[in-house]
């Protein structure tokens, strides 16, 4: 089984940036894609960011070329790099790690406030 640990989160104003940590655990070889997705209370958890064990990415069109996620296997860590953000960023985001038999672990969220 997996266990993912995010953090990063905080206020801060619009235009500014902040990185997203996520540290994955457990059984690190059985990972195949891990990602952010993030949720605004009262909505849908929306998907943010994913790569792929291979390297392959993906974005949500709303943060493609604001967003960068990328990750260092020493570390076991995946890193979501958010630049110009915007009020409507805000949310709490959810690091999921996806196994190769398609079970999702999460983890328990981290709040990004961004003020106009």
């Known amino acids: 089984q997996v266990q993912v640990v995010e953090s990063g989160g905080g206020l801060v104003q619009a235009g500014g940036s902040l990185r997203l940590s996520c540290v994955a655990s457990?059984?690190?070889?059985?990972?195949?894609?891990v990602g952010w997705y993030r949720q605004i209370p009262g909505t849908q958890r929306e998907f943010v960011a994913g790569i792929s064990r291979g390297g392959n990415t993906n974005y949500a069109a709303s943060v493609k070329g604001r967003f960068s996620i990328s990750r260092d296997d020493a570390d076991n860590t995946v890193y979501l790099q958010m630049n110009s953000l915007q009020p409507e960023d805000t949310a709490v985001y959810y690091c999921?790690?996806?196994?190769?038999?398609?079970?999702?672990?999460w983890g328990q969220g981290t709040q990004v406030t961004v003020s106009s």
């Open positions: 457990g059984s690190i070889s059985s990972i195949n894609t």
């Open positions: 999921y790690a996806d196994d190769r038999l398609g079970f999702s672990s």
